[in-house]
Protein backbone atom coordinates (compact mmCIF):
# COMPACT_ATOMS: atom_id res chain seq x y z
CA UNK A 1 0.00 0.00 0.00
CA UNK A 2 1.09 4.07 -0.84
CA UNK A 3 -0.91 6.48 0.99
CA UNK A 4 -0.94 9.29 -1.10
CA UNK A 5 -1.29 13.21 0.44
CA UNK A 6 -1.54 16.54 -1.82
CA UNK A 7 -1.17 20.24 -0.81
CA UNK A 8 -0.20 23.51 -2.05
CA UNK A 9 -3.29 24.23 -3.96
CA UNK A 10 -5.71 27.41 -4.03
CA UNK A 11 -6.54 30.42 -5.30
CA UNK A 12 -4.40 32.34 -7.45
CA UNK A 13 -4.94 34.74 -10.39
CA UNK A 14 -4.22 33.95 -14.10
CA UNK A 15 -0.39 34.40 -14.49
CA UNK A 16 0.45 33.45 -11.65
CA UNK A 17 2.06 29.96 -9.84
CA UNK A 18 1.88 27.61 -7.46
CA UNK A 19 3.68 24.74 -6.49
CA UNK A 20 1.81 21.27 -5.47
CA UNK A 21 3.61 18.89 -3.39
CA UNK A 22 2.63 15.10 -2.78
CA UNK A 23 4.17 13.38 -0.03
CA UNK A 24 3.82 9.64 -0.25
CA UNK A 25 4.46 6.75 2.53
CA UNK A 26 4.04 3.52 2.96
CA UNK A 27 5.96 0.77 0.39
CA UNK A 28 9.19 1.93 -0.99
CA UNK A 29 8.61 5.37 -2.89
CA UNK A 30 11.28 4.90 -5.54
CA UNK A 31 9.51 1.66 -6.17
CA UNK A 32 7.00 3.79 -8.19
CA UNK A 33 6.61 6.18 -11.29
CA UNK A 34 4.77 8.63 -10.48
CA UNK A 35 1.85 10.81 -12.02
CA UNK A 36 -0.19 14.17 -11.61
CA UNK A 37 -3.94 13.98 -13.29
CA UNK A 38 -6.28 16.59 -12.78
CA UNK A 39 -10.24 17.03 -12.88
CA UNK A 40 -12.60 20.19 -13.64
CA UNK A 41 -16.34 19.87 -12.57
CA UNK A 42 -18.40 17.65 -15.30
CA UNK A 43 -14.89 16.95 -16.87
CA UNK A 44 -13.15 13.57 -17.29
CA UNK A 45 -9.79 12.76 -14.97
CA UNK A 46 -7.68 14.55 -17.50
CA UNK A 47 -3.30 13.58 -17.70
CA UNK A 48 -0.91 16.51 -16.81
CA UNK A 49 2.23 14.89 -16.10
CA UNK A 50 4.87 11.53 -15.02
CA UNK A 51 8.09 11.13 -13.99
CA UNK A 52 9.90 7.78 -14.32
CA UNK A 53 11.28 6.16 -10.57
CA UNK A 54 14.09 8.11 -10.46
CA UNK A 55 13.12 11.20 -12.17
CA UNK A 56 15.12 10.78 -15.18
CA UNK A 57 12.23 10.80 -17.79
CA UNK A 58 9.32 13.29 -17.38
CA UNK A 59 6.46 13.22 -20.31
CA UNK A 60 3.87 16.17 -19.96
CA UNK A 61 0.36 16.65 -22.13
CA UNK A 62 0.93 19.23 -24.32
CA UNK A 63 -1.21 21.64 -23.34
CA UNK A 64 0.88 21.69 -19.85
CA UNK A 65 4.50 22.06 -21.46
CA UNK A 66 6.84 24.66 -21.36
CA UNK A 67 4.47 25.64 -18.09
CA UNK A 68 4.21 22.62 -15.38
CA UNK A 69 7.34 20.92 -13.98
CA UNK A 70 6.90 17.78 -12.26
CA UNK A 71 9.92 16.66 -9.94
CA UNK A 72 10.26 14.34 -7.11
CA UNK A 73 12.96 13.40 -4.29
CA UNK A 74 13.40 10.07 -3.23
CA UNK A 75 14.87 10.94 -0.18
CA UNK A 76 12.10 12.85 1.19
CA UNK A 77 9.47 10.36 -0.59
CA UNK A 78 7.67 13.71 -2.32
CA UNK A 79 6.52 14.68 -5.88
CA UNK A 80 6.29 18.19 -7.17
CA UNK A 81 4.51 19.98 -10.06
CA UNK A 82 5.27 23.38 -10.22
CA UNK A 83 2.59 25.49 -12.30
CA UNK A 84 3.08 28.52 -14.09
CA UNK A 85 1.59 30.97 -15.93
CA UNK A 86 -1.99 29.49 -14.82
CA UNK A 87 -4.82 30.29 -16.62
CA UNK A 88 -8.53 29.99 -15.91
CA UNK A 89 -8.80 26.65 -17.43
CA UNK A 90 -6.67 25.12 -15.63
CA UNK A 91 -8.84 25.14 -12.46
CA UNK A 92 -9.44 21.63 -11.13
CA UNK A 93 -8.82 19.25 -8.83
CA UNK A 94 -5.64 17.84 -8.89
CA UNK A 95 -4.58 14.61 -7.99
CA UNK A 96 -1.26 12.55 -7.39
CA UNK A 97 -0.76 8.88 -8.73
CA UNK A 98 1.64 6.15 -7.95
CA UNK A 99 2.05 3.42 -10.82
CA UNK A 100 4.33 0.03 -10.21
CA UNK A 101 5.13 0.70 -13.79
CA UNK A 102 8.15 2.82 -14.93
CA UNK A 103 6.73 3.08 -18.43
CA UNK A 104 5.15 6.30 -19.24
CA UNK A 105 1.86 6.52 -19.44
CA UNK A 106 -1.36 8.63 -19.45
CA UNK A 107 -3.68 6.50 -18.83
CA UNK A 108 -5.21 6.66 -14.88
CA UNK A 109 -6.46 2.80 -15.01
CA UNK A 110 -2.36 2.42 -14.99
CA UNK A 111 -1.95 3.77 -11.84
CA UNK A 112 -2.31 1.71 -8.69
CA UNK A 113 -2.53 4.26 -5.55
CA UNK A 114 -4.39 8.23 -5.73
CA UNK A 115 -4.44 11.04 -3.62
CA UNK A 116 -7.07 12.53 -2.49
CA UNK A 117 -6.67 15.44 -4.14
CA UNK A 118 -5.94 19.17 -4.07
CA UNK A 119 -8.33 22.39 -5.22
CA UNK A 120 -6.91 24.68 -7.47
CA UNK A 121 -8.58 27.95 -8.88
CA UNK A 122 -7.47 30.22 -10.75
CA UNK A 123 -9.24 33.64 -11.35
CA UNK A 124 -9.44 36.07 -14.00
Known amino acids: QVQLVESGGGLVQAGGSLRLSCAAS????????MGWFRQAPEKEREFVAH????????YYSDSMKGRFTISRDNAKNTVNLQMNNLKPEDTAVYYC?????????????????WGQGTQVTVST
Open 97 to 113: AASGSNTYTGRSTKYDY
Open 26 to 33: GRTFSGYS
Open 51 to 58: ISRIGVRT
